[in-house]
């Protein structure tokens, strides 16, 4: 059955690999965004049939209203989503992660919209040393980024009625090739460090961190929609698949290029400390049990798309260029316009 679907963030990360996926579906796609990364993660789909773009900015109570208006489904994406850009203006992103998110819950209520999909993060776990991390363990969020998307879980279940499903999403951090490409997330890191320096740095390395391939996150984001609100209500759903160590997560990428790029083996791992102790497990069982949710790609099936990106010359200076790095772009942002920043997409 097709949609009309609201993605905020939808030139995000995430959000680029997401849209063509719902409009290949058949859906209507209603785009709310900055476009603070530029228009480039969409523009092979600019004049879409199905497809409507509006720049603007979460903060304005107005724009929610046009961009909501019609639809029935909602896909929330947009934030500052890492903990450094969060740090770098603490009531900007407060005021995008956290007080634009009610506004945006009574605007979709209002508009009749049906399905609100609130895509959290496992982040908000913090530390833990338990085996299996479910949806029932406590939340002890390290940073704000963290603990304001913790916030927000409450308010959008609070919403929760019979013509209003609300679902909560918890992801793993997402690895693996996007038009909006980020190097600032695990995996990529370390696979762009491993490509274009020949040497991976480890900051700690026994940490351990849920990863999920951005393929299968977004896979999920769509067929979320179709599933019976009995299923669905209310929940929430951790979105994980591998677990591992940070050490691990650099032998993998390490063994993958230098076995798809041999001419820059051999790939040095440097171990340094930091101050950086999250730690966690995900479990995943409860998405797999009531919708029967299964990734199929692993670590290594991203590091590899990366990797054919890197041949294929896709990711111009992907060392220095901003772009590819959201507190980088934030801080040229903000110097370019004297210290005032609009909200980033996810």
């Not at 499903?165 to 690895?175: D, K, Y």
């Not at 990734?295 to 590899?304: N, S, W």
């Amino acid at each position: 059955m097709s949609r009309k679907v609201l993605v905020t963030g939808g030139a995000g990360y995430v959000g680029a690999m997401l849209v063509p996926k719902l409009l290949g579906r058949g859906d209507a796609v209603t785009v709310l965004d900055t476009y603070y990364f530029g228009h480039d993660p969409l523009a092979s789909l600019h004049g879409a049939a199905g497809l409507k773009e509006i720049e603007g900015d979460l903060r304005d109570r107005d724009a929610i209203r046009r961009a909501v208006e019609g639809c029935d489904t909602v896909i929330h994406l947009a934030c500052i989503s890492n903990d450094p850009s969060f740090e770098l203006d603490p009531l900007l992103a407060k005021s995008i992660n956290f007080d634009a998110f009610e506004p945006l819950v009574e605007e979709s209520k209002r508009a009749g919209v049906r399905r609100f999909v609130f895509v959290s993060s496992s982040s908000v776990y913090g530390v833990s040393e338990a085996d299996r991390v479910t949806e029932e363990h406590p939340l002890r969020p390290l940073t704000d980024y963290s603990k304001y998307k913790a916030l927000c879980e409450p308010i959008a279940l609070a919403a929760q009625s019979r013509d209003f499903t609300a679902i909560v999403l918890r992801p793993a951090t997402v690895c693996g090739f996007s038009t909006r490409m980020r190097f600032d997330l695990s995996v990529n890191i370390l696979t762009n460090h491993a490509v274009n320096k020949r040497k991976i740095t480890v900051f700690g390395g026994t940490q351990t961190r849920p990863n999920i391939h951005i393929e299968d996150v977004t896979d999920l984001y769509v067929d979320i929609l179709d599933e019976p609100d009995a299923k669905v209500a209310g929940e929430i759903f951790n979105v994980g698949y591998q677990n591992h160590t940070l050490a691990r997560l650099a032998e993998i990428v390490k063994s993958v290029v230098e076995h798809e790029l041999p001419d820059l083996a051999p790939i040095a791992i440097e171990t340094t400390p930091t101050n950086d102790n999250r730690s966690y497990r995900v479990e995943s069982e409860k998405i797999a049990r009531v919708l029967g949710f299964q990734p199929r790609r692993t670590i290594e099936d991203a590091v590899r798309d990366l990797c054919r990106a890197f041949r294929n010359g896709r990711f111009p200076y992907p060392i220095e260029d901003e772009r590819y790095y959201n507190v980088q772009l934030m801080k040229g942002a903000k110097a370019r316009t004297n210290g005032s920043a609009l909200a980033a997409s996810g």
